[in-house]
């Protein structure tokens, strides 16, 4: 029934402000966006074992040809997991033994980071230090947590390289899957994740290198990705839904608005939360992830929208005072022009020059103990 369904349009923009999508009965066109692109869900990779409680999976890190939904007049070159951006989701359960057979078929050094979990540092654990070079094989093996039931992700931490090859696509969204999943409010609703990551490329597809600008302020390209769709849109039913949503990004800041709807936070980067509450909106820092609830009641186009946001980034202004730092005029290829910069603060955070990695942070993290009998939701009504 065409007319009870719900239409939701997953924002991106291209150019730095962010982009608006008006609700029915109008939408505002965007000029290059093509906001009918299919909302695709990353592929889940296939467990390769058979054995109860261990799952295996086989990685491959590569320079790929990716057509981009809503893109698609070029090819892009990527670096991926397995061909594709995203890379596939990993779906675990709490306590299973992963075993990951990674091969690296890049032209350069390589890694795995597994983003957020609590797992031993250690070989052949999240090893952030480890070496994987051109052509090499690795294995990877580490236990699943109890209680660790979220929406994670994995990229490479290769000193040097992390902000190019996550840039150039080298991300992937894990799922852990546990018994608060199990409860009636989770059981049966429709489950989307949602992967938000930037890109830039030239006119043949290739990604640029960085620039100074991007060495000082972060990364941030042009366009926005939905699951590497440009402005895809989805329908779905009235009621509930829950989307993950995930910042794969290297440095920008999404803040999120879902038109005319709350969402009701379940969990985030620390898993489930002792409360739900709603929001009107949601900030992902590059790495962050939340669990959504949307009560959808009535019919209508609804978009998801990426508010502008001011992280702060160094400008011209700051230059000033930092010339050594600056290394001289060649270091102001790709700054902004003084009107670009009016409004933003004086003094950015130089810290966006690197993943922020703040849910290692073990003080961020809140994890009760949760019985899936009492734990009940109360989405917005
Ligand atoms: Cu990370």
Sequence with gaps: ?????????????????????????????????????????PLDLNNESTQ???????????????????????????????????????????????????????????????????????????????????????????????????????????????????????AGTRVVDGALNTIPELRNIPDYLIALKDLDMDSTGKIPPLNHQDWMNGREGRLVLVNGAISPTFETNAGLIRLRLVNQSSARYYNLKLEGHPMTVIATDGGFVNTPYAVDTLLLTPGERYEVLVNFKQAGNIALINMPYTRGRMGIDQSMNMGGMMGGNSGMDGMKSPENISGMP???????????????????????????????????S
């Excluded at 923009?13 to 008006?22: D, E, M, Q």
Aim: no cysteine; hydrophobic share 30%.
């Design 52 to 170: 109860s409680g261990v799952v295996e999976f086989s990685l491959k890190a590569s320079t790929s040809k990716v057509n981009l939904p809503g893109k698609e007049e070029i090819e892009s070159e990527l670096m991926t997991y397995n061909g594709t951006y995203p890379g596939p989701t990993l779906r675990v359960k709490e306590g299973d033994r992963v075993r990951i057979r990674f091969q690296n078929d890049l032209n350069q050094p390589t890694n795995l980071h597994f983003h957020g979990l609590h797992t031993s540092p250690k070989d052949p654990g999240d090893n952030p230090l480890r070496v994987i070079k051109p052509g090499e094989t690795a294995l990877y093996e580490f236990s699943i947590p109890k209680n660790s039931a979220g929406t994670y992700w994995y990229h490479p931490h290769h000193h040097g390289n992390v902000n190019t090859q996550l840039f150039a696509g080298l």
């Design 346 to 380: 004086r003094m950015g955070s130089s810290s966006n020059m690197l993943l922020v990695e703040q849910n290692e942070n073990p003080g961020y993290w809140r994890r009760p103990d949760y019985d899936p009998q009492i734990y009940r939701l109360t989405p917005d």
């Design 1 to 41: 029934m065409k007319v009870s369904r719900r239409r939701v349009l997953l924002l991106s923009s291209l150019g730095l402000v962010g982009v608006f999508l008006a609700s029915l009965p109008q939408l505002i066109k965007l000029e290059r966006s093509k906001p009918n692109s299919p909302f695709l869900q």
